[in-house]
């Protein structure tokens, strides 16, 4: 086990186009984590699951945005018809559910959105 | 609302010199604070976090419920320090972590 991964590490795309990226956490961790990050900000949590299940998502989160993990293992994150404001570093991170609270986090996909 | 406040983008000191990173938090119950560090072209991985109450390359943060705060302190900085520092916190029960807007500690020789 590599740790987690994401996929891919870099996209371009132009406005209007949908984009979907991969995670594939650890593979004792049942909680999967979606973050966004935008220069100058910490990560910014979007949505996670315990399972298959899709146990919270923020607020902020606009309906653009979908989340899928459907087998309880990896996961993708959908961006639909992007916009300027959706480019920003995703970042996945898994953890347990057993113990104390602590994120693995992956390299993260770097969106551009032109 | 739960919030995580690091007052200083850039904190930028001598080698040798003492370090401290300021963190404080909002929250109504009792918290988990934890500081992550991202390293050059890096992951973010966890530094500590308040409850193991250990050191972690020389750095500590004792946790202080009176003034809600959760600073990140060195005796001596070291260069291999230089890196993007976030505070961050999570509710006893809760399985999310919110982070603070980070701060870039730099290292001068």
């Known amino acids: 086990d590599t740790g987690v991964s994401q996929d891919p590490r870099h996209k371009i795309t132009k406005r209007g186009q949908n984009v979907t990226f991969r995670c594939d956490p650890i593979?004792?961790?049942?909680?999967l984590y979606w973050y966004r990050q935008t220069l100058g900000q910490g990560p910014e949590f979007l949505t996670y699951f315990q399972n298959e299940a899709q146990l919270e998502k923020s607020r902020l989160l606009s309906d653009r945005f979908s989340a899928e993990r459907p087998k309880g293992s990896f996961s993708t994150l959908e961006i639909q018809r992007t916009e300027q404001g959706d480019s920003a570093m995703y970042l996945c991170?898994?953890?347990?559910?057993?113990?104390?609270?602590?994120?693995?986090f992956g390299s993260g996909t770097r969106l551009t959105v032109v | 609302a739960q919030r995580v406040t690091q007052p200083e983008k850039l904190l930028s000191v001598f080698k040798g010199a003492p370090v401290e990173l300021k963190c404080n938090y909002s929250y109504s119950g009792s918290p988990e604070l934890f500081w992550y560090v991202q390293y050059s072209r890096q992951r973010l991985q966890l530094l500590l976090r308040?409850?193991s109450r250990e050191s972690i390359k020389g750095f500590t943060a004792d946790l202080n419920k009176g003034e809600t705060s959760f600073h990140l302190k060195k005796p001596f900085a070291q260069e291999e320090d230089s890196a993007m520092y976030y505070c961050?916190?999570?509710?006893?029960?809760?399985?999310?972590?919110?982070f603070g807007s980070g701060t870039r500690l730099s290292i001068r020789p």
């Open positions: 961050a916190l999570s509710s006893s029960s809760a399985s999310k972590i919110i």
């Open positions: 593979s004792e961790h049942n909680r």
């Open positions: 991170a898994s953890s347990s559910d057993r113990g104390q609270l602590s994120y693995t």
């Open positions: 308040h409850i």
